[in-house]
Every structure is written in C-alpha cells, then in structure tokens.
C-alpha cells in the first residue's frame, strides 16, 4: 500500500484546482452567494506567518463546506501593500518600494498557494497598483466634496525619530506604536476626516451586527460617548464665559475650582486681567511638549498654576470661584475646562489636597476626610436640591440651569476626527492642488489617478513635509480652476486609506470607470463572514465602517453597514512563549512545515491547536500528532477501500461524526471537530472490518474542508473522476446521529429491582456503576460482597451476592 506523502500530492491537486478554476466566484449565480473575507495582509519583507495561516485555513474550512452546502462562495485575496516598513526598507538598502513590494507579494502568493487556500485569484488586488488608487483618492475626492475632509493647522502626535505624524491609534503608551520613541507633540496642517460625525451610527448600528461581543465593546469604548452637561461659569472681569462638561450636574454645589486645559483660549481673551502672566504662559509653553497620554495618567502630580484675581460665578449660587490652569484637562474634550468637585472626584481630591482647595462634600454616603466619595448618592447642602438622588438631581439641576440659560444638555465622544495626512513616500497622494487664488481645488475625477512619481530618494525631510515635495517637476502644476501656477499636496494618505474599502474592490476589480458596479456590489454586499485580527477592531474595523456608511450615504454602497458577523482568531505564539521574532530566532517558518510535514498538517494543527479566539504557543509535539493521525486516516481508507458494507454501530458512528462537525464548524469550534475526527479514526482502525465503502466516501467529505489535499487524493484512489471538493455537504439523519437508549434491567441474584435507562453501547464497567448508583439496588447489595456480575448487553445486568 502507498504510504501517505504529501510532498507528492499536495502541489499535483492544487495545480489541477487550478486548472479548472474551482473556486472563482460566479457573480450572479443562481446559487445563493457566501462572501468570505479575511484581513489582507501588509507584504512584508518577513513573509507569511503561521498566525496569517491560522485566519486563513479557518475561513477555508468555513468557504470549502459552504460550496459543498451550494452556495456560491466568494473568498478573496490582495494586499494591503503601501506603508512604512517598505520605505524604511527601500531607505536602508536603496530597493525602490515597487521592487521590493512586487517581491514579496511574490512571496507571499507562493506561499499562500501552497498550503492550498481555496481563494479567487482572479479578483486579486493591489492597494499600491495605479488602478486600485484611483479609487481610494476618488473616495477622498467625495468626502472633501462633502465637507468631511478638511484641513487643520493641529498639534498633533509627532515621532522625532520616523519625522512623521501620527494618528492617535499609532501611539502607544505615549510612543510610536512601530518604533518605541517617545512621542512629541507638533503643529502642523493636516487633512482631517469628520468620522465623529457619524460616531452615533458606528455605536447603534452595531446592534444589529453579528460581533463578537468583546469587539463590539472596544468600539464603544473606543468612540466613548457620554452623556452629561455643559454649564456655563460666567467670568465678571473679562466679559467671558467657560463652559465646563459634567457628567455630574447634581455635584455642583461642591464646585471649588474650575480648572481650564492650557489651550483654552479664555486664558488669552483674559491675559490682562491676569495678575500673575508670566507664571501662566511659561506653565502653558511647558505642556506644549507633552503628549495626552503623559498629561492624563491617573497617579501623575497634578500641577496647575492659579489665574490670579480671576473669578468665575458658579451658576446656582452665584459663589465666586478661583480659576486655574492645569496640563491634565484636554482641551479637545468638551471645553476644554472642568470644575472641579474635590469631594466627588478622585483627580479633583488629589489636585485639592496638594493645593489647598476646600473639600466640599455634596453627596452623603462617603467618609471624604480619607478620599473622594464618587458613587451616586443622596443631595446634601445643594440649596432647594437637597434630598434629591443623584440620577434626579442631574435631571433637574440641568432643567434649572436650562432656564436660567447658563447649560443644557450635552453628548460628548472621546473619539476625535482622523488624521488623515502622512509626510511620507509611499502611500496614495492626496489629490489637491493648491492655487494662490483659489485655494485648496480637488483634482478633477477625470485627471484620477494622480500618479505616485518615482523618486530617487525617499528620506523624509524632517521638515514636516513629505519626500514629495523635492520633486519639482511633480509638485508644480497648473490650477484645475483658473489655470494659473498651482502646487500639488505632497502629502500621503496613512495605510489605513487602502484598506478602507478593499472587500467592495473584490466585488469588481477590474473595473475601470466606478469602483466597482452598482449590481456587483448589490449582489454581493455585505460580507457574511469577516476574520480578522483583535488588534484591528478600534482601528481597521471602526474606519472602514465609517467609510462604508459614508459611501452607503452618497448611494454607493448597497447596505448601511459592511460586515454582518466579525470574529477574531487568537495569535500563535512561539514554542517558548513569547512572540515570535527574528530577533529571538524563534519564528516558525510556514514553508519549512509544509516541506517536512505538508499543507495538511500545518492547516489541520493549526485549528486544532486550541480554541480558535485564544492565544496559543506553537508545539512542535501537537504539530507531529496531528501528522500522525493524517497518516491514520490515510491508512484507514486504504485498508477499507474493498469493505463492501459497514456495521450498525459504525453507520451511528459516522452520523454522529457528521452532526458534531457539522455543527462546530459554524460555531468555529475547530478544535473539538477534529478531536472527534481523531476518536473516530481511533474507532475505524480497531474495527477495520466494520467499516464499508458508505461510511469512508462520507468520512472523506467530511474532512475535505480541513485537509483538502490528502482527501481530494483519496477521493480518486477510490476511483471518483470528480473533486471531492465538488461533492455535497452530507446531511446526517439525527436520528442516527443520536445515541440510541435502551432500558437496561437490574436483578440481584435473578430478581428485577430496578430499571435503568443507558447508551445501547454500555459496557459491562459502566453498567455496573450506573446499577450500582440506585438506591432501590442498593438496598440490596449494600454491605453485601458481591460475587459474580452477569451482564447481557443492551438488556440486562445481574448481581449475585
Ligand atoms: C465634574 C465632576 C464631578 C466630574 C464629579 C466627575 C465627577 P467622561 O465620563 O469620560 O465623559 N472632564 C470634562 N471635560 C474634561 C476634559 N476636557 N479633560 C479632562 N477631564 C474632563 O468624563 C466626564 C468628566 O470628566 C466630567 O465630569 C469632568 O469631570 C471631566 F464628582 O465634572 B466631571
Ligand atoms: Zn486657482
């Protein structure tokens, strides 16, 4: 008999799979369609990784039993090429960004293509290539259209070391996500996109989406809104006013302090009644450098400088209160101002405590002579609001004020607009030109794309502006307006932008005169079926939806939302423990696998090597287990292949088989399908005879999705001309698939004492310990030896004492 060897016909069925395109999406058919998406992924220098493969093979699983079941899968395939690891590269060994892009997709295609992944390759794409961006600028070109992306002269996040901006999302514990320096913060003209518009939709439409419960949480918490007050503190001295956001209305009786974030422009409309100025402006140039996260932290010093002789009136008392200047209000949030509630608040307390401010205490139930007391609680000394609860009082202390015209109600959202600029090379320029005279004018949809230029040298300048902006020829245009002598933007689009609307592309990618047609998008829209990584659910999830709405907003996208289920895998770690990294030499090439042990394995191990949402160590011990139980279910077949027919118990056993894969597919359950997969082949080889031709066509189809080489082989060793991948999803009779029950009869020394009911299959072992646990044998038995056990299977057990 031919052993298994997968080295021999791994690569022979991809080539024929992909010789008769078995899996190119049909759009139109009449079969229902299943749009199954993973995350692209960045064409690293690095190549595959196992953790890519993890997502892959999954969702292969997943689109191989969803066309056996008759849908028309779509299950696609591109790049998600532009970004900062390929200019650093092209920086540092002077390999042009197209170079070394094209190579590793390269690389990575091979890769892919041999483990076998059932994806279209005929609707690949390239977010780096001239007919993708056209697109993604033209989407810019419509949100500018609209008033959602806009410029803005803002501090923003700055690495000193890449010189570049970043995005919120980019920075990490105060530093560069990707390199680890510390960031500064810098001002400059940026491109803006308003995604806070839309931040009520992003958070409510999630109700009706099929996400994991944790990804839909992040997302609310990372928009994070709140509802609350603005009140208004009016400033006698200086004709102006400050409005605080409040969460907490009902503690404003307790208000000691306001306190105004350093770019509050209040603090310059009053700069002449200030006493004490210098100490003011040299405190507000000091928190120029700092970054939020360093200004925010909870356990920090809270510093602050007094506005001196400045007096705001609180608006239900009248009370005069000191007004300070301090680094850890934001200005950004609400107004950039906050009153501050000692007695209520813990970074109130701490800030009273090193300052000396009075600690008022506005709601009963604390002890604040130890800390801040900030549940909620019943209103004490608050005037004709006493004896309220909070939650009332919030209520009736913003109508008053209301009325009194000095707040009302407010929501605010922690989420800001999104940088949307990058000083950078290799990204998708920005489509405008400015004109002395005209200002910021969009470049014509008909003049799209505007082309990335070559360039020689792709250093940032350091300077804030984009390696772009040495290019001459490039950067000097004519205005699309008035014709006159215009400049082009030199900035760059972040590598979000093409990843933005990828899975639309997909529906269409050839298409040259719209993103892609109204009637694709129609049918193929939403995904059913989105996998993706966890650390993308604040970043890649929440824009792209935000672009999609948008889209669906100017009647381009079918549906208001993109994706109708997202799940996450969990990453692989290396053997010991630790991420895997060059650096530690611990990486685990997918190639070396597939050579040693074959597509199969890797792909089976992969999902079998724990639950599919959860963090696991690679082990090469489980990885040669599961090779192992390949190689027996490869024998098993080949040893039956003559058995004309199988037993009762093996034909229960196959449904039973067939239900639980089945059924933990659907649920991503991998692990626990291929263990049962793995007790079944433990079965089948001990009762080899038992086992016909019925039982191992079934087997086989079940497997395919998880192993479609070794079946597809198989499946023509047993003689079929067609793929078994072209086969239907068997359906099991759930009446087979259930345990048959039978009545087993309990005697003591030849006489019934009881009637149990048990699995027909019971052996003599748990047919004693189940007849034993009866109270009605029990008495019986009890204290009594036990001399024999008769057991007749399926019908009796017999104890003689
Ligand atoms: C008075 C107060 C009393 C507050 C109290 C809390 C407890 P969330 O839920 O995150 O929205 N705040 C408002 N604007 C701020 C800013 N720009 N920078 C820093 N802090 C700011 O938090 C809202 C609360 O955060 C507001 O309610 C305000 O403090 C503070 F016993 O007002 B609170
Ligand atoms: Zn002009």
Known sequence: MESYNP????????????????????NFSKKPKKY??????????????????????????????????????????????????????????????????????????RQMKSLGLSFDWSREIDTTDLK?????????????????????????NWCPRCKIGLADEEVIDGKHERCGEKVIQRKLKQWMFKITKYADRLIDDLKKMDFLEKIKIQQINWIGRSYGTDIKFKIADCESEIEVFTT??????????????????????CKSKIKNWPEVEKYIKETEQKTEFERTQLEKIRTGVRLKEIYASNPVNNEEIPVWVVDYVIGTYGGGAVMVVPAHDKRDYDFAKKHGLEIREVISGGDISREAFTDYGKLINSGKFSGLNS???????????????????????????????????????IPIIYCQKCGSVPVPENDLPVELPYVEKYQPSGSGESPLANIKEWVETKCPKCGGAAKRETDTMPNWAGSNWYYMRYCDPENNKELASQRK????????????????????LLYSRFIYKFLYDIGIAPTPEPYQKRTSHGMILAEDGRKMSKSFGNVINPDDIVKEYGADTLRVYEMFMGPFNQTIAWSTRGMKGVNRFLNKAWKLVLDCIDNLESSKRTIREIHKLSKKIDEDLEKMKFNTAIAAFMEFINFGSENKKEIGRDVIERMLILLAPFAPHLTEELWHQLGFKDSIHNQKWPRYEAKLAKEEIITLIIQVNGRVRDKIEVEVAVSEEKAKELAILSKKVQKWVSGKEIKKVIFVPGKLINFVI
């Open 132 to 156: 993708y961006y056209k697109w993604t600028q033209w989407i810019f070109l419509q949100l500018f259209k609209k008033g959602l992306a806009y410029q803005a002269e803002i501090p923003i």
């Open 391 to 429: 939650k009332d009082a919030i209520k009736k202390i913003t109508q008053w004020l209301e009325k009194k015209k000095a707040g009302r109600k407010s929501v605010k959202y922690k989420l800001r607009d999104w940088v949307f600029s990058r000083q950078h090379y290799w990204g998708e320029p």
């Open 521 to 540: 998008l129609k049918y193929w829209l939403p995904v059913d079926w989105y996998n993706g990584g966890m650390e993308h659910t604040t970043l890649h």
């Open 36 to 109: 199954i998406l993973v995350e692209f992924p960045y064409p690293s220098g690095e190549g595959l990784h196992v953790g890519h493969c993890r997502s892959y093979s999954a969702l292969d699983a997943i689109a191989r039993k969803k066309r056996m079941k008759g849908f028309n899968v779509l299950y696609p395939m591109g790049w998600d090429a532009f970004g900062l690891p390929t200019e650093n590269y092209a920086i540092r060994t002077g390999i042009h960004p197209r170079v070394a892009t094209d190579k590793n997709i390269a690389n990575f295609k």
């Open 248 to 269: 907490r209305a009902d503690t404003i009786f307790g208000v000691t302090a306001i306190v105004l974030a350093p770019e509050n422009k209040i603090i310059e409309n």
């Open 7 to 26: 080295q021999k016909i791994e690569k022979k069925w991809q080539n024929f799979w992909e010789e008769n395109n078995f899996y190119q999406a049909e």
